[in-house]
């Protein structure tokens, strides 16, 4: 009885708790914000098959504003949709589609967020559009050569609102060796392209800018991915981004709101599947086949039922095979089955047409010919194009060479120098190339400022140190000039000799040159040396001994800048110089004189071009020359050149070349033996000692000038 009461009390609680959560849900639903119950919903998903094409109707419960972002894969082959603010109302999670290319789709709902996702049967590309309360994508399938040789993909188109960014570029390594480049996009319309080019996997992010922060190239082969390395630069108006692997890989990409990965997996060897040969690879479903000396026309019906493709058989295709195929991709086994019996098929579209190779290039053939007729009765048309950016002129160097031909034979070419105006007479389709080609060439050239700086430093030191040194001897008449006179300093002797008062004869004695030493120190660039005099002389003014030490002294710096600018565009020649022309004579046939210049200039001839990455390889000559010392023909040209090619960083700095001198000379005259002498021996040499040292460096810095900068 104890037990019955308190099993009836538990009951009544979970009640008493149920009716209060309903309570509490019912308060929830009636306080939600207006915002949720605007939101959208998918209620319906159908498909229906037209011709080649596949339309599929989503039904949405309130008329969708925009289409939502999807993006597709190839392997295997799906598209995804992401649709914003919706729930799903379908009532299931999986729908089998009975028609078309799909064969199922799943909804995924996480937060307020769905995602619908359709698996296909092969590759298709997608085009969205809204038709009230419904989307409707076109499904059509993707051109044969591009679906064999790489995946295919489709994302977000440029929405043209305004310009994109990317905001970082990451590395990242899956578990099972793949490796991931993740590139986070300033918002989710940023137009997509990507294709796989050669061994490369080229990314371009349409109408975005890429900070130059994120213009590099990273190495990431250490992390043992099939990715060995990412360069990401400025591509026109577009970001580009190359992924370099190497190996045996495939590559899948996705979108998730702004962030954008490329994931690139290794391909493991499989040892029950069959060797790939020389073709780039099989991505068909696997199949098995065992056959006993079957109907060729037979097994490549067997083949149509599987993939679901139309199969058109010449009538001279004949013959039995025996095979085994086990868990082979399709379109291997189908390319095996046509080796074996000397057969080749030509696919357009869902549509496949096998016959033996000779039919098919015999038609082939046939059919070129026929259109080279075609082109020879096709009649003309005539389109004017007008030229915003390139010259007439170089166009019609393109579109008329004859090595080289763009136009038909037929085709001509005339240019308005005036109106910058190309009048091309052609063929439909040669007028459609020439328009394409002009789209390509006719686009604004981007340009390059270049700052060169030449520095030119020099320290020039001098020192000479002199001495004379003379002996004089007078024999004068008793008390004439005893004990008087004065004698001067300048190493010469004895200049003035004054009598005593009441002296017999008045007037001015000169002595001769009595050095018998004579080393004094030379001038320095013009300048005099000082000089420090000492006279010897007896009471009786009879003997002189004369010293003087003579001695200057030179330090001198200098320094000389010289900062030539110019701007010019990619790939174009500039020159800027500065300078004096000098002139001198010239002898002419008729044996006259003419006068002719030479130029002692400052001057910059540099050609820039723009590398993919945004880099800059300049061809770069340099030359400071300045006029030099006066000789009997004319002044001389003291040259300095550096010409180079050489890749500098956009905005970076280099040196392109520079040169050093150190001159140095010790300079010693002496009296042999008397030199020698210690201290002494001072008196009868002099010495002159020379350092100078000259350095020139050449600088040059590019930077490519932005729209943005150009405006100002």
Request: with cysteine; charged share 20%; aromatic share 6%.
């Amino acid at each position: 009885m104890t037990t019955t009461l308190r099993n009836a009390g538990s009951a009544a609680r979970a009640t008493a708790r149920a009716a209060v959560a309903a309570l509490f849900a019912c308060v929830a639903v009636l306080s939600a914000p207006a915002a949720l119950a605007q939101a959208n919903s998918i209620e319906s998903v159908t498909s229906v098959q037209q011709g080649s094409t596949t339309y599929l109707r989503i039904g949405m419960k309130n008329p969708p504003t925009t289409a939502p972002a999807g993006f597709s894969v190839s392997n295997p082959p799906r598209i995804a949709f992401d649709f914003v603010n919706t729930d799903n109302r379908v009532g299931k999670n999986s729908l089998e589609l009975p028609q078309g290319d799909v064969r199922s789709v799943a909804i995924v709902q996480s937060g307020d967020r769905a995602r619908l996702v359709l698996n296909l049967k092969r590759p298709l590309s997608y085009n969205t559009s809204i038709d009230g309360n419904a989307l409707t994508v076109a499904l059509e399938p993707v051109a044969a050569a591009g679906a064999a040789a790489s995946p295919a993909y489709s994302f977000a188109k440029p929405d043209g609102k305004g310009t994109h960014s990317l905001r970082d570029i990451d590395f990242r390594r899956g578990k099972d060796g793949e490796g991931r480049v993740v590139v986070d996009l300033s918002d989710p319309g940023v137009g997509v392209d990507i294709r796989q080019q050669g061994q490369t996997i080229v990314v371009d992010f349409l109408n975005a800018s890429l900070p130059e922060n994120l213009r590099r190239r990273l190495d990431v082969g250490d992390f043992g991915t099939p990715i060995t390395a990412v360069r990401a630069f400025q591509q026109g108006d577009n970001a580009r981004l190359v992924i370099e692997p190497h190996g045996e890989w495939e590559h899948n990409a996705y979108q998730s709101d702004t962030q954008f990965v490329v994931e690139v997996k290794p391909l493991r060897p499989d040892p029950s599947r069959l060797a790939r040969g020389m073709q780039p690879g099989y991505r068909g479903e696997k199949l098995s086949l065992n056959f006993q000396s079957i109907d060729i026309r037979a097994l490549l019906q067997v083949i149509a039922d599987f993939t679901n493709l139309n199969i058109v058989t010449s009538d001279s295709v004949s013959g039995n095979l025996t095979l085994r195929l086990k868990d082979v991709p399709w379109d291997q086994a189908l390319d095996i089955i046509l080796q074996s019996k000397g057969l080749d098929m030509r696919k357009n579209g869902n549509v496949i047409m096998v016959a033996p190779r000779d039919e098919i290039a015999a038609k082939e053939k046939l059919d070129l010919e026929s259109r080279a007729q075609i082109s020879e009765i096709e009649p003309l048309r005539t389109e004017t194009f007008q030229l915003n950016y390139q010259k007439a002129d170089a166009l019609h160097k393109l579109l008329a060479n004859d090595k080289q031909r763009v136009l038909s034979k037929r085709g001509s070419v005339v240019v308005d120098e005036r109106t910058n105006k190309v009048f091309v007479q052609d063929t439909v389709s040669r007028l459609e190339e020439v328009r394409k080609i002009i789209a390509q060439v006719d686009v604004p050239v981007r340009q390059v400022l270049i700052e060169a700086r030449i520095v030119e430093a020099d320290d020039r030191f001098s020192r000479n140190l002199g001495v004379r040194l003379g002996f004089n001897r007078i024999n004068a008449p008793a008390g004439s000039f005893a004990g008087q006179g004065t004698i001067s300093g300048n190493l010469q002797g004895v200049h003035d000799l004054t009598p005593l008062p009441g002296a017999v004869g008045t007037g001015t004695t000169a002595l001769a040159n009595t050095n018998f030493v004579n080393l004094p120190a030379a001038n320095i660039s013009g300048v005099n040396p000082s000089t420090f005099a000492i006279s010897l002389f007896n009471s009786s003014l009879t003997r002189f001994l004369n010293l003087e030490l003579s001695a200057l002294e030179a330090d001198q710096r200098g320094k000389v800048v010289s900062s030539p600018r110019v701007l010019t565009a990619d790939q174009g020649k500039a020159i800027i110089e500065q300078g004096t022309e000098l002139p001198y004579q010239q002898a002419t046939s008729s044996g006259a004189t003419a006068i002719q210049f030479r130029k002692a200039n400052l001057k910059l001839e540099v050609t820039p071009q723009i590398t993919p990455e945004g880099n800059v390889i300049l061809a770069v000559e340099v030359n400071r020359d300045a006029v030099g010392q006066l000789t009997p023909a004319g002044f001389a040209i003291d040259t300095r050149r550096v010409q180079t090619q050489v890749l500098v960083e956009n905005g970076g700095t280099v040196v392109i070349g520079g040169i050093y001198e150190q001159f140095e000379r010790d300079n010693v005259n002496k009296v042999p033996l008397l030199g020698d002498l210690p201290i002494v021996g001072a008196a009868f040499r002099n010495s002159s000692r020379t350092n100078n040292r000259t350095e020139l460096l050449v600088f040059l810095t590019p930077r490519v000038v932005t729209d943005t900068a150009m405006a100002r």
